[in-house]
Every structure is written in C-alpha cells, then in structure tokens.
C-alpha cells in the first residue's frame, strides 16, 4: 500500500494576530536551539536562534522561548503577514555544527 | 554572493543508475553539510565537513550512499547505485564557525527521482 508520510501539524491564523509555534525537543544536553522557516521549493531559512543559557530572545517581529524544565521551545510571530506562511522547523544542536531538526509545523496565513 | 548553490536541479533516473550531485558552498564557509528531505522522514542530516574533512558522516543511509569535498568550493553526493527510495529533495548547507552558532545557509536543492 502506500506509504504515510509525515503529517505535519498545521496551525492557521488570521492575518494580524500572533502566531506560536511550539517544538518538543529531545537532548537535555543541547547547547543551542535554532527556529528555520522553509517556503515551498526553498530551503530552510535561518530565522532566530537561542543558547540553551538563556530563556527568551527577541528578534525582528520573532520571539524565542525556551523552556528548559519541559524541553520546550516556542517561536512567537507578532502581527503574522501572508508572508509568514511556511513550514517552521525548529533544530538542537550540541558542541560543535551538528545539528538535528525536528519534524516541522506548517503555518497558514489567512487573509 | 549568490549564497550555497546545488545542481542538478532536477534529476530523474533510473533504477540502478550513478546519481551525482553538486554543492558549492558559500566562499569562506568552512563547514559543509548534506541533508535528505522526504515526506516520511522529513528533513535528515547524512553527513557534514569541517575544512574539508567528514566528521560525521552517521546518517549516509548505507554504502551506496558517498559524499566528497576535494576542496574549499566543491562538494559532491554520489548515489550508485540509485533506487526508488532514494527519490528525495537533497539540500546542502554551508555555514561559518565565526558566524551565529548553528545558522546554516541552505541551498535551493536538488529534486531527485528514481523510477
């Protein structure tokens, strides 16, 4: 039969209001955690990222929580634009470059 | 600079067939990384260089699977031979150890089919 592939969970929001997006992460020992936000036929694009020392960081309209107690991390998008529609990965990495994604949350925007 | 850029962009072959595909990173760029994206198994990481060297080549799914950076600009994935489950979207990622730890520049991708 055919095979099931991953099934992306899927948030949709109105264009204006705030978007989380939220990840479980595995290694309790991850030294840095990193959001990517990848358009349909690009690759992941670098979005924000956070050490694993601190519990939130702020960029351009992106906030970043990090909840090391739960393993949890959030990406927080103010005022969402048609723009931000994609799939949202969030990524662990230790020590060095290594770095593993997780399985992806795709974000509609609606108009 | 025209970022990390992969060719083919598309490549459909045959069951049994050398796959080869082509990465050359962002100038001055000293870590590489390959990567398999799949419905099934979303985005995977198959090996990454440092100054050329492999140092973690743990997720090349098997023997058929082999991976080269002769030098600083270039990099290959090699397939052979090729079979329908290999059909993916494979990235290649450059990054800087001076740059933010974990930013990963990604490029557009080749779009493989194995019939």
């Known amino acids: 039969g055919e095979s099931v592939g991953l099934h992306l969970p899927t948030l949709s929001v109105q264009e204006g209001d705030n978007s989380i997006i939220n990840c479980a992460y595995s290694?309790?020992?991850?030294?840095?955690f990193i959001w990517y936000k990848q358009e349909s036929g690009k690759g992941p694009q670098f979005i924000i990222d956070?050490?694993?020392?601190?519990d939130k960081r702020q960029g351009q309209r992106v906030t970043v929580l990090l909840n090391k107690t739960v393993k949890h991390l959030s990406l927080q998008i103010a005022a969402t634009q048609p723009g931000d529609s994609a799939v949202y990965f969030c990524?662990?990495?230790?020590?060095?470059?290594?770095?593993?994604f997780g399985a992806g949350t795709r974000l509609f925007v609606k108009a | 600079d025209a970022g990390v850029i992969q060719s083919p962009r598309h490549e459909v072959t045959e069951m049994g067939q050398e796959v080869t595909l082509r990465c050359k990173p962002i100038?001055?760029?000293?870590?590489l990384f390959w990567y398999r994206q799949t419905m099934m198994r979303g985005l995977e990481l198959l090996i990454y260089?440092?100054?050329?060297?492999?140092?973690?080549d743990s997720g090349m799914p098997e023997d058929r699977f082999s991976a080269k950076m002769p030098n600083a600009s270039f990099s290959t994935l090699k397939i052979q031979p090729s079979e329908p489950r290999d059909s993916a979207v494979y990235f290649c990622?450059?990054?800087?150890?001076?740059?933010?730890?974990?930013?990963?520049?990604f490029g557009p991708g080749t779009r493989l089919t194995v019939l």
């Open positions: 260089f440092n100054n050329n060297v492999p140092i973690d």
């Open positions: 990622a450059s990054s800087a150890s001076a740059g933010r730890l974990g930013e990963q520049f």
């Open positions: 100038s001055g760029h000293d870590y």
């Open positions: 290694n309790s020992a991850s030294d840095y």
């Open positions: 990524a662990e990495g230790t020590g060095g470059f290594k770095t593993i």
């Open positions: 956070i050490r694993s020392n601190m």
